[in-house]
């Protein structure tokens, strides 16, 4: 009964590759998100989604498109892949609470992305 | 300058101490968030507060909204405290969580 999870847990490639990232939650949460911790440890939002419609779009290179097939679900696609995209990639979700402020988010395992 | 900003940055600690970490931000938030990254890479939500004190066990929070300033506290730490702990502040003009760099705890035996 994992709460949120993502696939694939480690993903090596080489550069130039397409490759995809899904997350899955089962709280019931109306909101998801992409993180992206880099080799300092240091946390960013990149997309999050609301209802299946996109809410933040950080400024992050459109080689990576998101995608919310309905609202447990939350894909990152990225195209060409660079030596610049090696990171640990978390998937996230909360419920929305009144007022707009996000309840508590629940993180994923992480999907460490190593471009080669 | 980081929005967000954890002291001490690493910490390492006896079994049995009392630890504090702490937050500072400068964005007007509404909700601030303390996290723990395991060794193991995984994240946990320890807490959301928005203002005044909450406790899980062994783990305190506290929240001074006027000075902008978090604390977490740890009482009768353990080597099973031993991660990284971060802090992120809800800012909730632009809808996003802002992220401390994070304070690297070690505990020993």
């Not at chain 1, 994992?2 to 949460?29: F, R």
């Not at chain 2, 939500?45 to 001074?64: D, Q, V, Y």
Request: charged share 20%; glycine share 8%.
């Amino acid at each position: 009964d994992t709460a949120v999870s993502q696939t694939p847990k480690y993903l090596v490639t080489q550069m130039g590759n397409d490759k995809s990232i899904k997350c899955e939650q089962n709280l019931g949460h109306d909101t998801m998100y992409w993180y992206k911790q880099d080799s300092k440890k240091f946390l960013k939002i990149m997309f999050s989604y609301n209802n299946k419609e996109l809410i933040i779009n950080e400024t992050v290179p459109n080689r990576f498109s998101p995608k919310s097939p309905d609202k447990a679900h939350l894909n990152l696609h990225i195209n060409s892949l660079e030596l610049g995209d090696s990171a640990v990639y978390f998937c996230a979700s909360s419920l929305q609470r009144k007022g707009g402020t996000t309840g508590e988010q629940y993180f994923g395992p992480g999907t460490r992305l190593t471009v080669t | 300058k980081n929005e967000v900003e954890q002291s001490p940055q690493n910490l390492t600690a006896q079994e049995g101490e009392f630890i504090t970490i702490n937050c500072s931000y400068s964005v007007g938030i509404s909700a601030l968030h303390w996290l723990q990254q395991h060794p193991g890479g995984g994240i946990v939500s320890l807490f959301m507060l928005s203002s005044g004190k909450k406790k899980h066990g062994r783990l305190i929070a506290t929240i001074n909204i006027q000075e902008k300033h978090s604390s977490l506290h740890i009482t009768a730490s353990h080597p099973r405290d031993s991660a990284v702990y971060i802090c992120a502040a809800y800012d909730p003009y632009t809808d996003k969580l802002i992220f401390g760099t994070g304070t690297r705890l070690q505990v020993f035996p």
